[in-house]
């Protein structure tokens, strides 16, 4: 029966043991642990994925599947097959009834098999419910508008049109002097 071994290294050795277990702590990565198991001729034949490897990995994931790609119109983009996670940039999205100029972005949507519009280069189209609004007064648009509409009104404007001054800064009524002192001092 083959005796099990486990080694704890700092670097992979150039002849390895059978049946056993290498623990590679790289100089570089003390906090970092590979692992190699080997066969009975002593080759490692299963090994935990390295940091190079799993980097290896995500950078494959993000190539293959966050590609932007970029089209002159709507008709080219409308000629694409969408594939799973899709952006396109279209540089004259014109074409799109809601963009009035420039370029749009466009993403795939998987589950309702549809484009959707994420960003123009001229505008975004936002439609916003006063409910969902963060920091607003807490008026209803009904009373704002209300306030909007009375902001000069008051039952006694008519009244109010004919307060003003003379040349001198003496306050009138109806363009007459407003008495505000004896007119005589008699007794």
């Not at 066969?39 to 190079?52: D, F, H, S, V």
């Not at 999205?93 to 370029?103: E, L, N, Q």
């Amino acid at each position: 029966m083959a005796q099990f071994k486990i080694f704890r290294e700092t670097a992979l050795p150039g002849s390895l043991q059978p049946y056993a277990v290498y623990l590679i702590a790289p100089a570089a990565k003390p906090d970092y642990v590979e692992m190699y198991v080997t066969n009975a001729a002593g080759t490692a034949t299963r090994r935990m994925p390295t940091e190079n490897d799993i980097q290896t990995m995500i950078n494959a994931a993000v190539a293959s599947g966050n590609s932007i790609q970029v089209v002159a119109d709507i008709a080219a983009r409308d000629a694409l097959a969408p594939t799973g996670s899709w952006q396109v940039f279209v540089r004259d999205a014109t074409g799109d009834p809601s963009v009035s100029a420039g370029g749009a972005m466009y993403l795939w949507d998987t589950i309702n098999t549809v484009r959707v519009k994420t960003a123009e280069t001229e505008s975004l189209d936002l439609s916003l419910d006063w409910a969902d609004l963060t920091g607003k007064p807490t008026s209803t648009p009904a009373n704002i508008d209300e306030a909007v509409t009375k902001r000069h009104t008051h039952a006694n404007k008519t009244e109010l049109d004919k307060i003003g001054e003379d040349g001198n800064g003496d306050l009138t009524y109806g363009g007459q002097p407003v008495a505000t002192q004896w007119n005589s001092t008699g007794w």
